[in-house]
Nanobody
Framework: QVQLVESGGGTVQAGGSLRLSCAVSGVAFNWYVMGWFRQTPGKEREFVAAISETGTSTYYLDSVKGRFTISRDNAKNTVYLRMTSLKPEDTAIYYC?????????????????WGQGTQVTVSS
């Protein structure tokens, strides 16, 4: 059974930081591209960041470049999203996802497995 379990969400003031974690089980983690997406009510799920299987390549939404960092620990089957200089517009439910495609994907439909999400709220 494939499981992706996010943790680390919460409420912070603008300018603050959070680190999200996503623990993966049931798949060969180092075969999967991992991504983070976010969603707010009434909007489609938005790509935030992705990382290649070995961690050598990373990709980001323009609005989070320089503030967010995606990383992975293949020994721990875990992917992380370090978020700094948080803004109220970063408020959303954040989801991690796994993609066994041939290339890093930035579209939600390309991902095979999803976590349940973790709420991030940034107050002004």
């Amino acid at each position: 059974q494939v499981q992706l379990v996010e943790s680390g969400g919460g409420t912070v003031q603008a300018g603050g930081s959070l680190r999200l974690s996503c623990a993966v089980s049931g798949v060969a983690f180092n075969w999967y591209v991992m991504g983070w997406f976010r969603q707010t009510p009434g909007k489609e799920r938005e790509f935030v960041a992705a990382i290649s299987e070995t961690g050598t390549s990373t990709y980001y939404l323009d609005s989070v470049k320089g503030r967010f960092t995606i990383s992975r620990d293949n020994a721990k089957n875990t992917v992380y999203l370090r978020m700094t200089s948080l803004k109220p517009e970063d408020t959303a439910i954040y989801y991690c996802a796994a993609n066994k495609g041939a290339a890093v994907a930035m579209t939600a439909s390309d991902y095979d497995y999803w976590g349940q999400g973790t709420q991030v709220t940034v107050s002004s």
